[in-house]
């Protein structure tokens, strides 16, 4: 690792009446990127946002907008999330027969295209995805809520599946449980950009630039 991490905290954490002034103040802060969680209260349990609120929230995003869609069926809403102006969309292996269509999808709508894995999915199946794909989020927690404890296995499977890379520019993603405790391990298994909600939002606006600096400060011993 010779670059520290990709800060990308999770809007889902925010204060929902204000999330465009929560998306400057955590550029503010010093976020390298701003995680959308979609979610549709069928393929995980619970309802957050759609194309609309990416399109409002995407005037408040300096940087990039990493938008992660928990849905099923996918391939029919990339058109609107692209539009809305994300940067990076993120589709799960498991929501639907035809993944390597979706990740075609998702580049021939201009954004860089995500493969996201659940805590009980193999990385076998992502062996031969590994040319459509520009990153690979692991979810470290099981999808559909904030707030949740990083499942320690979680760990070696971002090992291993860093080793299957092997050094193709395609960079890992944790989603869930992030935190100064857990940082280090991560990054030190092979994750580039930390997804955080409750580690960053902790304290209020005030805090948030702290909070990301002891996340950084936390991945820091095993940067080269």
């Known amino acids: 690792m010779t670059q520290p991490p990709t800060i990308a905290p999770s809007i889902l954490a925010g204060d929902f009446s204000a999330l465009g002034a ?99 999915t193999g990385i076998d199946a992502v062996a031969h995805l590994l040319d459509d794909i520009d990153l690979v989020c692991v979810m470290t927690v099981n999808p559909g809520f904030g707030g949740q404890s990083l499942i320690p296995a979680m760990v070696e499977k971002v090992r291993a599946l860093r080793s299957l890379i092997q050094g193709r520019p395609i960079r890992i993603e944790i989603d869930g449980g992030v935190s100064a405790t857990t940082a280090r391990s991560l990054v030190t298994a092979g994750a580039d950009i930390l997804v955080a909600g409750s580690a960053v939002f902790q304290g209020g606006t005030g805090a948030y630039g702290r909070n990301i600096a002891a996340l950084r400060e936390a991945a820091s011993g095993v940067m080269a």
Not at 65 to 94: S, Y
Request: proline share 8%; with cysteine.
């Open 22 to 120: 929560e998306c400057r103040a955590l550029g503010e802060a010093g976020a390298d990127w701003i995680h959308v969680d979609v979610m549709d209260g069928h393929f995980v349990p619970n309802i957050t946002f759609g194309p609309q609120m990416c399109a409002a929230l995407r005037p408040h995003i300096a940087g990039t907008m990493d938008v992660h869609l928990m849905i099923a069926p996918v391939d029919p809403f990339i058109p609107a999330f692209a539009k809305a102006g994300a940067d990076v969309l993120t589709a799960h292996l498991e929501a639907g027969p035809h993944i390597h269509r979706t990740l075609q999808s998702i580049r021939a709508a201009g954004c860089k295209a995500g493969l996201a894995i659940n805590p009980g």
